[in-house]
């Protein structure tokens, strides 16, 4: 569990396709760098929140007794397809790494200034643009699964990146359209104060670049109690509600 109050921004040093080291499983790793402020008190098997995605760290450089300033996590193929961590990039004569949001799993004593994120992403989204305002920027994004949008509402909470925002503005998708947008297309937005563009990855991002999107599991659980509620009223969830009120008020009528 993490609040979405990103610690640190390290540093990509190597993704591996086929890790054959101890911390790599012979699977796919990703090692991150710059980041001994957050690795003080960590040790391996320890969650860690990467650009907000929830992975275990398998492995700490230099090992122990000294104080750690890198460490490895492993990738799975699920992770893999959902997330972006498979387009981060290491440093190359023509691009540089690619830096990533940190957060270390909370503790009791951990104050909750976000909300509850859990660490599993649920798509992700490209920046269709980015317009300053005032000294703030304004980014709309478009999600690559459309579903996710019914549990965006304004004002509400979305995780991008691993960093706690509030959203600004929800359209299309069948929550009305923006200026210049197309019917169906579904978007939405959150703003950078001057801060936050400094403290997190998104902040230097561009547009046609992506984020991680995890929506607030509150939504979720609403939508679940709901269909669990009326699992026997016949054909859909939202059919049954429908048909309850309908009950409801003819039942009042009748009196």
């Not at 101890?22 to 991150?32: K, Q």
């Not at 104080?67 to 699920?78: C, I």
């Not at 019914?150 to 004002?155: A, F, G, N, W």
């Not at 600004?168 to 978007?187: C, D, F, K, L, S």
Request: hydrophobic content about 30%; glycine content about 14%.
């Amino acid at each position: 569990m993490f609040t979405g109050l990103v610690e640190t921004i390290g540093t990509v040093s190597s993704l591996i396709h086929h890790d054959d080291t101890e911390g790599g499983g012979s699977g796919t790793s990703l090692t991150i760098t710059d980041c001994a402020s957050v690795l003080n008190d960590v040790k391996l098997g320890d969650s860690i929140s990467i650009n907000g995605t929830c992975l275990t760290i398998t492995s700490l450089h230099p090992p122990s007794p000294s104080p750690p300033t890198s460490f490895k996590v492993g990738l799975s193929p699920e992770t893999l397809l959902r997330t972006s961590l498979s387009s981060l990039r290491t440093s190359s004569s023509s691009t540089p790494s690619s830096r990533v949001n940190l957060e270390r799993s909370v503790q009791p004593s951990t104050r909750m200034g976000g909300h509850f994120v859990q660490g599993h992403v649920d798509t992700i989204a490209t920046i269709t643009s980015k317009t300053p305002d005032g000294n703030s920027v304004r980014y709309r994004f478009t999600p690559r699964d459309k579903g996710v949008l019914r549990y965006i509402v304004e004002k509400g909470y979305v995780c991008l990146d691993g960093a706690s925002l509030t959203i600004t503005g929800v359209g299309g998708g069948g929550e009305g359209e923006g200026e210049g947008e197309e019917e169906g297309e579904g978007w939405f937005e959150v703003m950078l104060i001057a801060y936050t563009q400094e403290k997190i990855v998104m902040g230097k991002k561009e547009v046609g670049e992506v984020v991680n999107v995890e929506v607030d599991m509150v939504g979720k659980y609403v939508e679940k109690s709901v269909q669990g509620c009326f699992e026997g009223a016949g054909g859909g969830w939202l059919e049954g509600i429908i048909g309850k009120i309908v009950e409801r008020r003819m039942a009042e009528v009748g009196k």
